[in-house]
Every structure is written in structure tokens, then in C-alpha cells.
């Protein structure tokens, strides 16, 4: 990718808006809206519902403490922020995308907090938005900031699970 195309998204003033935490809260509202005025069948009922506060309150835990580890290490957590290092450690040794995949693991709780169908649409097609508007492009920035480094990385971790 040309040079510019670098510049452009690691200036934070071009994209202040398009953050995963502003597409997680839409996401979150369409399930609600979903949940009340399109439910479809229920595919989960209490008492079991209550399952899906073990995926939100896990989806929290990794997204908050993957953000955390980079505030740590210096480095930016918005995308396309200025990359100052890799960071490797606490769940990044598993996943090259805690944080986001922290987001979906939240949604897919929601959706059995509420079981019905229709809301389980939402977190896949949150995965897919986050998979293509900043997994790729962030792959792409960190693989020019980086080179060989993250090329290893990416060999040795997966890119969700």
C-alpha cells in the first residue's frame, strides 16, 4: 500500500469516530431492537440465559485487559494510532485480536442473555465488520511498521482463535 495511505490512518484527527467501542454500542442497540420489535424464535430460555453473563462479563475482562497491557507499554490502543512496540504478552500469546474478539464474545453473550434468534445475527456480522474495516488494515499498518517482527508473530498466533 502507498506510503499515504500509512500517514492517513495513523492520523487519529481523519477517523475520530470510527472506533470498534462506537460499532460495539450500535451493535448493542440493534440487538435490543431486534430482541423487542423482531425476536424470531427463542432459542434460550430461563434460567438459561443467565450462560451468556459468563461470555460478557469474559468478553469485558479480555477487551479491558488487553487495552490496559497496551496503555502499559506505551503504545496506542485506538486504531491506526501510533505503533510504538509489539505487544506479545497476556492474551496477545494467543490471539492477535483480544480486544476485538473480547467485542464479539460480549455480543454472543447478550444474545443469550436474550435468546432469541434474531439477535445472534448481530455478533457475527459485528465479527465480520470488525474483521474487514480493522483487522485487515491494521495487519497491513502493522506489517509496514514492523516487518519481519510481526511477520514472525503472525506465524507463531493465530488472528482470532
Sequence with gaps: MPEWYFVAMANERLWPRDLPPVWLLG????????????????????????????????GGWLTLGSALRFRRVGTGVRPFSAASSLVRGGAYRWTRNPMYLGMVAFLVGIAGCLGT?????????????????????????????????????????????
Design 27 to 58: 451493535s448493542l442497540l440493534a440487538m435490543v431492537a431486534l430482541h423487542v420489535w423482531l425476536p424470531g424464535p427463542r432459542w434460550l430460555w430461563p434460567p438459561w440465559t443467565w450462560g451468556g453473563l459468563a461470555f460478557v462479563v469474559s
Design 117 to 161: 434468534t434474531t439477535t445472534v445475527l448481530v455478533p457475527v456480522a459485528f465479527w465480520v465488520l470488525l474483521d474487514r474495516r480493522f483487522v485487515r488494515r491494521e495487519e497491513a499498518f502493522l506489517r509496514a511498521r514492523f516487518g519481519a517482527d510481526y511477520d514472525a508473530w503472525c506465524r507463531e498466533v493465530r488472528r482470532w482463535l
